[in-house]
């Protein structure tokens, strides 16, 4: 038998077509329906945000533009060396971190510089068997020769801006190098970065973040997309154009004096790094962006960690713009720093304006559908582009810039970051609030777990999962409404608003169910624990 699929195919697709066409362009109630109150009230809040969003595009495209200007001022080499090298201390902040310490102790312990000149803390707030772990490894890499010290904290005071804090007044360094539990700084981090503080001007050297794992799944190398983005093009866009930048919080090395002449590290913000970050530049302290140096790390393997680990950068960052940006408006400082600062710290109010928009969405398309489609295609499309296609050039061309024979799989790539960046939504929603409120919370770690690209993650063992609580279930919904809204557009010929609807459909389910489905397998295995340990007594 001979199949009849593919010519009927062909034959239904120029009806199909169309069809599509016809209804693009009915303009059967034109002349008919006249705009209400109530239509006014869901076009005027739903273009106005769209408006503002679009700013923020074109914020994106603007870094975009700076980066190219200044391409040719990358930094890679200090101007000037030390005759006599300094004291550094290096700095290894964790909180039960037991499946990375050992390796980031060994990893720094192998880092080239004279060790009479060279102070390693760990500073642990541990609570769980990572500290006597820690204690032991720690020991006996003294006994070795190694000129690192193990300090404890019971307190938790500050959580990690405390504990560095703390970890200052037994410092012997004029420098200072940090580094999180899940980095693996190379062994010539030092020799590449120190000789910068010879200008006494300089206050941070700042590295750039690479990925242990960043093909480990899906998510990871969604990831790794948007914080190349970060550190390629924002980073090299503020650094060479004169504009502020942040310290990172690690993979980088700090001036001891500037901390304390900024006013050290306080803990009033999740992201401490960022506010002594501007708090130093206000002062007048330059900073060194070294993007040829990478320091490998970690990333998130499971939603609701990444997820965890955006809000908490989500909440600190509007914290910190609440804190410093009146400091910032009132300082003498050119137009353009100002408002890239407050560009800088505030995106995060796109995330309960999108909220808006998803709530607005369905009645916007009940009214387009009788003003006909095309009428507000004029508005549509200059939004469009300034929003959505900036985020598509933005991530695109730092892959390019910083794979460029290895960057079309950006391309494809895109609408899995869209869709992780829709799942996003609710969590860094109610961040910003927070934030904005002054609710107080705790410093919520990131789960790490000692991934590398070669050796996939076993999870019957790990723990340190965060419970995710009600959020899955409040994203399961959200994409159940926009798979009702895809119906609707469908039904209504709405056929443009599909691949956005569909987007929303897709971010929202992946963020709900995957943290649903990981939650329950750490259920079963729980209770296959507790059997086994019950079988065996």
């Not at 980031?104 to 541990?126: A, C, R």
């Not at 990871?220 to 154009?241: P, Q």
């Not at 796109?350 to 009428?375: D, N, T």
Request: with cysteine; net charge neutral.
């Amino acid at each position: 038998m001979v199949s009849t699929a593919f010519p009927v195919g062909l034959l239904a697709a120029p009806t199909l077509v169309g069809r599509v066409m016809r209804d693009l362009s009915d303009n059967t109630f034109t002349g008919i329906h006249h705009l209400s109150a109530f239509d006014w009230a869901m076009l005027v809040p739903y273009f106005s945000v769209l408006a503002v969003l679009s700013l923020y595009g074109l914020h994106r495209y603007d870094i975009i533009r700076t980066y190219f200007k200044y391409r040719h001022k990358a930094i890679n080499q200090p101007p000037v060396r030390f005759e006599t090298l300094p004291r550094v201390t290096i700095q290894l902040p964790i909180f039960n971190e037991r499946y990375v310490v050992e390796r980031l102790i060994d990893e720094v312990t192998k880092i080239e510089y004279p060790k009479h000149l060279l102070q390693i803390q760990v500073l642990d707030d541990s609570t769980d068997d990572t500290h006597p772990f820690a204690e032991a490894l720690v020991s006996q890499y003294h006994a070795l020769g190694f000129p690192v010290e193990y300090h404890h904290r019971t307190d938790r005071i500050g959580y990690k801006a405390g504990a560095l804090q703390a970890g200052l007044k037994h410092a012997t360094g004029e420098v200072v190098a940090i580094f999180d539990a899940d980095f693996v700084p190379p062994s010539d981090f030092l020799t590449r970065t120190v000789h910068f503080f010879a200008d006494p001007k300089v206050g941070v050297v700042q590295t750039r973040w690479s990925y242990l794992n960043k093909d480990y799944n899906f998510l990871t190398e969604v990831e790794a997309i948007l914080l190349d983005g970060h550190f390629i093009l924002e980073h090299g866009a503020r650094s060479r154009s004169g504009l502020f930048f942040n310290f990172n919080g690690t993979a980088g090395i700090l001036r001891r004096a500037m901390i304390d002449d900024a006013g050290g590290w306080q803990h009033d913000t999740l992201t401490e790094d960022s506010d002594l970050s501007y708090r130093a530049q206000l002062k007048g302290w330059r900073f060194v962006y070294l993007p040829g140096l990478e320091c490998p790390s970690e990333l998130p393997v499971e939603m609701h960690g990444f997820q965890v680990q955006q809000q908490r950068w989500a909440k600190g960052l509007t914290q910190c713009a609440k804190k410093l940006l009146p400091s910032i408006f009132r300082a003498e400082l050119p137009w353009r720093v100002k408002l890239e600062a407050f560009l800088h710290l505030t995106p995060n109010v796109a995330y309960p304006l999108m909220v808006v928009v998803s709530a607005l969405m369905l009645p916007v398309m009940i009214v387009r559908f009788y003003m006909g489609w095309l009428q507000l295609v004029v508005l549509d499309l200059p939004l469009i582009i300034a929003s959505f296609w900036s985020i598509s050039a933005f991530y695109v061309i730092a892959q390019r810039e910083l794979h460029p024979g290895n960057w079309k799989r950006s391309v494809l790539m895109l609408p899995m970051l869209m869709a992780v960046g829709v799942g996003l939504t609710v969590i860094n929603t109610r961040a910003f609030f927070e934030a904005i409120f002054g609710v107080e919370t705790s410093f919520v770690r990131t789960p790490k777990y000692a991934i590398d690209g070669a050796r996939p993650m076993k999870l019957e063992n790990k723990k340190y999962r965060a419970r995710s609580g009600w959020l899955p279930y409040i994203e399961v919904a959200f994409g159940t409404y926009f798979l009702g809204m895809v119906a609707f557009a469908i039904d209504s010929a709405n056929y443009l608003s599909l691949p956005f609807l569909l987007l929303f459909v897709g971010g929202y389910y992946w963020a709900g169910f995957a943290t649903l489905y990981q939650e329950h397998q750490g259920r079963m295995r729980w209770h296959r624990a507790r059997e086994m340990a019950m079988n065996a007594r």
